[in-house]
């Protein structure tokens, strides 16, 4: 009996030990000093490069496509027909309307002379008028339908993209060609609502594309739209590209757009901020400090009051560590 209480204290006693052992040794933690540099507040936004000038072609009716100009990549001029659409149906209906018209027309002429030989009444001669008149209202119609058979270049430029095969069905809506000037171009960018405040025309913007993963491409605001999309809540700016730009037509790029700048500003590792407070060291004691910050970036923040550059600095923020605790500089 002895003996089993005399192993339980023991055992008390090597676990006392232990926890004061793990508890009373310093925490090991990675520490930076604050450095001197320049801080950017950034609006991210996602754009797609496309020609300042441009217009889509799309047909107004659903009918099968029957010729194609097969120009893209080539200059065309405005009205210049891209495209056409089986019109064979409205053609046929169009050649009636005229043979009727000439019924019409030779039916007008004879009442009018019978009304000049006091034959026929003027109420005959006015009917006969109002009838050839509807049947020419028709066929004015019908030709301006025909125009919809017919897709016309909408601007001079030239054939960016061309899409659809003879003999496939066209859709009303369907885009068929992209028609504009290559140059000069442009990003179409959308922004959340809650940053568009901070977005002004004139502010240089940098980008980062896929395509050319090793290179940063200026770009700068040129226009922001007036009126945002209440339902994905966001902003459409543009930003206008340098004419040496690299970039293509149609290509995706992530758009930084440069807020604001502080130059020589006092800068912290961001990790090491948990809202407005952070750890430095006191000798081998860690102290939780609060402090004033300015920009703050997705690599570095500003700080503009509560740390110097003679602090040193905890970071990442450490969420296990508690004012005066005791500490060492991980190696």
């Not at 801080?39 to 029957?66: C, F, N, S």
């Not at 095969?165 to 992209?178: D, H, I, M």
């Not at 990003?187 to 002004?200: F, G, K, M, W, Y």
């Not at 809202?275 to 503009?304: W, Y």
Request: one cysteine or more; aromatic letters at 4%; proline letters at 5%.
């Amino acid at each position: 009996m002895k003996l089993s209480r005399l192993l339980i204290v023991l055992a008390l006693l090597v676990a006392a030990g232990a926890a004061y052992w793990r508890f009373s040794r310093p925490q090991e933690v990675a520490l930076v000093q604050p450095k001197r540099g320049e801080a950017a507040e950034i609006v991210y936004a996602t754009g797609i490069v496309e020609p300042r000038t441009w217009a889509k072609v799309t047909p107004l009716l659903r009918e099968r496509i029957v010729e194609l100009c097969n120009c893209e990549g080539e200059a065309v001029e405005r009205g210049a027909v891209l495209a056409r659409l089986d019109s064979r149906q409205p053609e046929a209906t169009l050649a009636e309307l005229r043979a009727r018209q000439k019924l019409h027309s030779a039916d007008y002429e004879r009442i009018a002379a019978l009304v000049e030989r006091r034959v026929a009444s003027d109420q005959a001669l006015d009917r006969a008028r109002s009838e050839l008149g509807q049947i020419q209202a028709l066929i004015a119609g019908q030709e301006t339908r025909l125009e919809s058979y017919a897709l016309r270049a909408p601007v001079s430029g030239v054939v960016l993209r061309q899409d659809g095969e003879v003999g496939e069905v066209a859709e009303p809506g369907t885009v068929l060609f992209w028609v504009g000037e290559p140059k000069p171009l442009q990003v179409e960018a959308e922004v959340n609502e809650e940053d568009i405040p901070r977005v002004s025309v004139g502010q240089r913007a940098v980008l980062k594309a896929d395509a050319f993963p090793d290179q940063v491409l200026e770009a700068k605001v040129d226009s922001i739209t007036p009126k945002g999309d209440p339902v994905a809540k966001t902003y459409r700016i543009h930003l206008v590209l340098p004419e040496n730009t690299p970039l293509r037509i149609g290509m995706t790029v992530e758009v930084n757009v440069i807020a604001r700048v502080a130059s020589d500003a006092l800068l912290v590792p961001t990790n090491a901020l948990r809202g407005g407070s952070l750890f430095v060291t006191e000798g081998d004691v860690a102290r939780r400090r609060d402090v004033k910050v300015g920009i703050r970036g997705t690599g570095n923040t500003q700080i503009l009051e509560g740390v110097s550059e003679s602090d040193r600095v905890i970071a990442p923020f450490p969420d296990d560590l508690t004012d005066g605790a005791k500490i060492a500089e991980k190696r």
